[in-house]
Nanobody, 114 residues
């Protein structure tokens, strides 16, 4: 049974460190592309960042609005996916979900105060 569990969200300011984590069980992140999505009440769910498998070169992709601010990474030993969120903006406020092989976590809320 696959389970993805996100953590690390909260009410945050624009500056300072914030890293979301997604721990997986029953699925191995390094074998396939994994991604972070977000959804707010005003917008449809969107892909924020993705990282390819080890065999595909750990290539990363970011949606334009977060390029240079967010970093996706993976700890293969811990089977955990991360999203480092720097220079946050109020429009980054959303529920953030990790996804892998068709499975989704329950989400972690990030609220950026203005």
């Amino acid at each position: 049974q696959v389970q993805l569990v996100e953590s690390g969200g909260g009410l945050v300011q624009a500056v300072g460190s914030l890293r979301l984590s997604c721990a997986a069980s029953g699925s191995i992140f390094s074998l396939n592309t994994a991604g972070w999505y977000r959804q707010s009440p005003e917008k449809e769910r969107e892909l924020v960042a993705a990282i390819s498998s080890v065999s595909s070169g750990d290539n990363t992709w970011y949606t334009e609005s977060v390029k240079g601010r967010f970093t996706i990474s993976r700890d293969n030993a811990k089977n955990t996916l991360y999203l480092q969120m720097n220079s946050r903006k109020p429009e980054d406020t959303a529920m953030y979900y990790c996804a892998h092989e068709g499975y989704w976590g329950q989400g972690t809320q990030v609220t950026v105060s203005s």
